[in-house]
C-alpha cells in the first residue's frame, strides 16, 4: 500500500484516430478502466484531460492497479509517473527520483533525457531542458554517461499547461479497442484452447460478449463445466462479467445419436449448436456468433463443413483465428492466461461423441437429407429453454504485469 | 451429503467419537509434544496413547511407529529411505505392476537416481505371481514392494510367500507392503510374515485426512526425507500433527476391535450388490479376484458397453457414489494401469465400476444402489449404435 499520490499515464493509440467517434471511445475507455478499478481495493480514479487518460490514487495495491490497465482493451500502453509543477528545480529533482527508482536492481551504464515542451510558456526549449536535466542527474550520478541511441533508462518529461510529468517505463497494454464501443456477439465457448482465443480478439476490437456453453451431462463431467466457467472468467478478466448460457445438449444429442447416421453426427450437431446459439443471441441482442473454428486445423474445419454449419444462422459468423496456425494460438492462450486451464483434460462435448470416420466435406444436399428425421424446432426450443443463465464475475486477482 | 456413499476406498467419513478426541486437541491439549512443560507433555502423552493404539492395531511395538502425513508419505518414506542406505546405483528395486501411484512414481524417481526398476506382472486376478517373482530376484534386489491389498480391485496378496520367495533368493532385501487398504479389514502380522516396512492411512478407517504411519522393523536401516527436528526417532522431522494423530490412534482401534464382524458384514454385503445386478444384468462381470478372494470391501464391476465414468455421473446424480478406476487416475484421462494389467478385454478396461464399502453401509444402501447401477446402465446402453 502506498500512502502518497500515484499516477498512470495511459495512452491510447487506435482510438485517438477515429476522428468524430472519438470522445465516444475515450470515454468508453474511462468507464471500462473505472468499472475495472472497482475490483481492486483502492481509491483510484481515471480522468481524461487534454487529450491523455490518467489513472490517479493514493490507496491501493499498485500491482493490482497496474494489472487492471494492462488488460483493459483500448490501452495501448501506459507509464507510472510523477507530476510537478511548472518549475525547473522541481523537475530536475523528480527527475532525478525517477532515474535513482528506475536504475534500482538493475545494471544501468547510459540514460537520456528525451523533453517535450507543448507548454510554451515554460522558459526552456525541450533542448534546454535535456541538457538542465541531464545535467543535474549526471552530478549525482558519476558512473553514467549520456547515450541517446541506446540508453538504459530513457527519462522523459512532457510539459503541460497542468504541470510536468516524468516517467521512464512504458508497459504495453492490449491495444485494441475498449469493450462495447463495438456492439455484442454470442461466443460458442467450449473447454478447448481455441474458443477463449476467439473470444479474447472479439473483445480486443471492441465487441462485448456472451458465451454459450453446450453440456451434455452425464456424458461430460461436472468438472468440465466447471472448466467452462473458469475459462469465462478469465475473458471477464479483460471484458468485466460475462453472461454465460449453459445449454442442456443431451436430449438433441440422444436425437442425431439414434436417427443420423455416424458420420455426419458432428456435422449435425454443429448446426444445432448453431441454431441454439442463434436463438440466444436473438433474444439477448447479440449481433454476431463467434467461434474458435480456424480453416484446416482438425478434419471437419473445412470450408464444405462451414458452410454446411454456417446455413443455419442468418446471423454473421466471426472466426477470429482463422489466420492463424495452432502453434500461434497456443502462443496467445498462454499470454491471455486460458492455456493452462484449457489443457486440463476433461473431456468436451466435440471429443465426446466423435465417430470413427466423420464427413469432413459433407455436401450439404445430403447434410439436409440425414436431418429430415429430426423435429429440428421442436429439438431447439427445447434446449433453449431448459438453458441456464449464469454471470461470470471477473477474478479479483491480477497477474503480475512488472 | 445425503445419498448412498459406496467409494469408501476413497476415503471414509470420520467416525463422530474421532472427531470428538481430535476436537480436544485443537483447544484443550494443543501443546507441542517437545515442549517441557506441563501442556507440552499432556500432548506427548496423547501421540504415545496413539502411538499404542496404531501399534496394537498393526500387530507391532510402540516404538515401531513412525507417523507421517499420510499413505504417500509412507510409501515415500519406505522406498527412498530404504533405497538410500546404499550409495546411488545400488541396486534392483522391484514392485508388483498394480501398486499405487505413490510407489510407481516413487520407484520412477528412484530410477532416475541410479537404481534399477523391475516390475512384477500379476494374473488374471490380480495376483502377483510369484514364478516371476522368483526369476526377477538376484543378489543385487535392493527393495521389493507389494501391496497387501490393492485398492482398484480387491486383490490380497499372500505376503509371506511374497517374503519366502524373495529371500530364498536373497535374504537381505527390504521388503515393504502397503496396507493402507488392508487396515481394519484384514488382520495384519507384519512381522510374522516377514516385511521390513509398512504403509498405513488415517482416513481409509474412520480417522482424519492427513495422517498415516510407517511401521518400521527394528533393525531396518532408513533415511529420513525431512531434516529438521528430528522428531519421530528423526524418521520423520516436524511438529507433530498431534489431533490427525490422537484421531488416528482411536480409529485403529476402533476398526481393529470391530475387524471380524466388519469383514464378515461388509463381504456379505458386497456379494449382494453384485448378485443383484448380475441377476438383471447378466453381462456385469467382476475384474479382479473372485468375490471369496478379495478384500470384503471392495469390487470392480464391468459393465461392457458403457463408460465407466459416465456411469459415475449418472449415478452420481441418482445419489449413489461410486468411483472408476482409483480416484487418483479419475481426474486424469487415462486407463487404469491396475485393470490393464490384468490382461482383460478392452472394452471391459474402460467400463469398469469400482464399488467399496464401509462402516456405514447398510443392506438397503447396496440394495438401492443396484437397482440404480442397473437404471444407469439401461439408460446408457441405448447409446450404444
Known amino acids: 500500500m502506498s500512502e502518497s499520490r500515484e499516477l498512470l499515464l495511459v495512452r491510447y493509440g487506435e482510438i485517438g484516430l477515429k476522428g468524430k467517434n472519438r470522445s465516444h471511445f475515450v470515454s468508453a475507455l474511462v468507464k471500462n478502466l473505472q468499472k475495472a478499478l472497482e475490483r481492486v481495493d483502492c481509491d483510484a480514479e481515471v480522468s481524461h484531460r487534454f487529450g491523455r487518460v490518467y489513472v ?76 538542465a536535466v541531464g545535467g543535474y542527474v549526471l552530478r549525482r550520478h558519476r558512473d553514467i554517461s549520456v547515450d541517446v541511441h541506446d540508453p538504459d533508462v530513457t527519462l522523459n518529461i512532457e510539459v503541460r499547461s497542468e504541470g510536468i510529468l516524468i516517467y521512464s517505463r512504458v508497459i504495453p497494454g492490449p491495444g485494441g479497442l475498449p469493450v462495447g464501443t463495438s456492439s455484442k456477439a454470442m461466443l460458442l465457448l467450449s473447454g478447448g484452447i481455441d474458443s477463449p482465443v476467439a473470444g479474447w480478439y472479439a473483445l480486443k476490437r ?44 443431451t436430449e438433441v444429442q440422444r436425437a442425431i445419436q439414434q436417427q443420423v447416421p455416424s458420420s455426419f453426427r458432428i456435422t449435425v450437431m454443429r448446426r444445432f449448436m448453431f441454431r441454439i446459439a442463434t436463438a440466444l443471441a ?68 466435440c471429443t465426446i461423441f466423435v465417430p470413427e470416420n466423420p464427413q469432413t466435406r459433407p455436401k450439404l444436399e445430403r447434410v439436409r437429407k440425414v436431418e429430415e428425421p429430426l423435429d429440428v424446432d421442436a429439438l431447439v426450443e427445447e434446449a433453449v429453454g431448459r438453458t441456464e443463465l449464469e454471470i461470470i464475475e471477473p477474478p479479483r486477482t491480477f497477474a503480475s504485469v512488472l | 451429503m445425503q ?65 507421517t502425513s499420510g499413505g504417500t508419505e509412507a510409501n515415500n518414506l519406505a522406498l527412498r529411505g530404504a533405497a538410500r542406505t546404499v550409495r546411488r546405483g545400488g541396486g534392483t528395486l522391484l514392485c508388483s505392476a498394480i501398486e499405487h501411484p505413490s510407489v510407481l512414481e516413487t520407484v520412477r524417481a528412484l530410477q532416475d537416481e541410479g537404481f534399477s526398476v523391475r ?23 535392493r527393495l521389493v514392494s507389494v501391496a497387501y491389498v490393492n485398492n482398484e480391485i480387491g486383490a490380497v496378496q499372500d505376503i509371506a510367500e511374497v517374503v519366502r520367495t524373495v529371500r530364498q533368493i536373497n535374504p537381505d532385501a527390504v521388503i515393504h507392503t502397503d496396507a493402507v487398504q488392508a487396515l481394519g479389514k484384514l488382520p495384519l502380522a507384519p512381522w510374522a510374515w516377514g516385511v521390513d516396512l509398512v504403509s498405513l492411512s488415517a482416513h481409509k478407517i474412520g480417522g482424519p485426512k492427513g495422517v498415516g504411519a510407517l511401521l518400521v522393523r527394528r533393525g531396518t536401516r532408513l533415511v529420513p526425507l525431512l531434516t529438521g527436528g528430528e522428531q519421530e526417532a528423526g524418521l520423520r ?142 439408460e446408457l446402453v441405448q447409446w450404444r449404435r
Open chain 1, 282 to 349: 436473438e433474444a439477448r441482442g447479440a449481433l454476431a456468433l463467434v467461434t474458435g473454428e480456424s480453416v484446416g486445423q482438425v478434419a471437419s474445419q473445412t470450408l464444405e463443413s462451414m458452410r454446411a454449419i454456417g446455413e443455419v444462422t442468418s446471423l454473421p459468423v466471426l472466426r477470429p483465428l482463422v489466420g492463424f496456425d495452432k502453434h500461434e494460438i497456443v502462443t496467445d492462450a498462454r499470454r491471455i492466461g486460458s492455456y493452462e486451464l484449457s489443457i486440463l483434460p476433461y473431456e468436451d462435448c
Open chain 1, 56 to 131: 490517479e490514487w493514493t490507496r491501493g495495491d499498485r500491482e493490482a492497479i497496474y494489472g487492471v490497465v494492462a488488460s483493459t482493451f483500448g490501452v495501448v500502453s501506459f507509464s507510472p509517473a510523477v507530476r510537478v509543477p511548472l518549475d525547473q528545480e522541481a523537475m530536475c529533482r523528480a527527475a532525478e527520483e525517477a532515474f535513482r527508482s528506475a536504475r534500482e536492481g538493475r545494471t544501468v551504464k547510459t540514460f537520456k533525457v528525451e523533453a517535450r515542451r507543448s507548454e510554451k510558456a515554460f522558459p526552456l526549449t525541450s533542448m534546454e531542458i535535456n541538457r
Open chain 2, 3 to 67: 445419498g448412498i456413499y459406496l467409494d469408501h476406498a476413497a476415503t471414509t467419513p470420520v467416525r463422530p467419537e474421532v472427531v470428538a478426541a481430535i476436537q480436544e486437541c485443537f483447544t484443550v491439549h494443543f501443546g507441542n509434544p517437545s515442549s517441557p512443560h506441563a501442556v507440552g507433555l499432556a500432548a506427548e502423552a496423547a501421540v504415545r496413547r496413539a502411538r499404542e493404539q496404531v501399534a496394537a492395531a498393526a500387530g507391532v511395538s510402540r516404538d515401531e511407529v513412525v507417523f
Open chain 2, 119 to 141: 516390475q512384477i506382472p500379476v494374473d488374471r486376478s490380480g495376483a502377483v505371481r510369484l514364478d516371476q517373482l522368483a526369476e526377477l530376484v538376484d543378489a543385487n534386489t
Open chain 2, 237 to 378: 522431522s516436524g511438529t507433530e500433527n498431534v489431533p490427525g494423530i490422537v484421531g488416528f490412534g482411536l480409529a485403529a482401534e476402533l476398526a481393529a476391535a470391530e475387524m471380524d464382524d466388519l469383514a464378515r458384514r461388509l463381504g456379505r454385503l458386497r456379494r449382494r450388490v453384485v448378485e443383484l445386478v448380475q441377476e438383471r444384468l447378466p453381462v456385469a462381470q467382476v475384474l479382479g479376484p473372485p468375490l471369496a478372494e478379495a478384500a470384503p470391501h471392495i469390487v470392480n464391476l464391468a459393465l461392457p458397453g458403457v463408460k465407466g465414468e459416465v456411469m459415475v455421473r449418472l449415478l452420481s446424480e441418482a445419489g449413489v457414489y461410486v468411483s472408476t478406476g482409483s480416484a487418483c487416475s479419475a481426474k486424469k484421462r487415462v486407463q487404469s494401469h491396475v485393470i490393464a494389467s490384468l490382461g482383460v478385454a478392452d472394452e471391459l478396461k474402460e467400463a469398469s465400476l469400482r464399488i467399496s464399502l464401509g462402516r456405514e453401509t447398510t443392506e438397503e444402501d447396496v440394495e438401492r444402489a443396484a437397482e440404480e447401477i442397473v437404471r444407469a446402465y439401461e
Open chain 1, 206 to 249: 471492441g465487441i462485448a460478449l456472451e458465451a454459450v456453453h453446450f453440456h451434455s451431462f452425464p456424458f461430460t463431467s461436472e468438472r468440465s463445466l466447471q472448466k467452462v466457467r473458469d475459462l469465462c472468467q478469465v475473458l471477464a478478466g479483460y471484458a468485466g462479467p460475462i453472461p454465460l448460457h449453459v445449454v442442456h445438449f
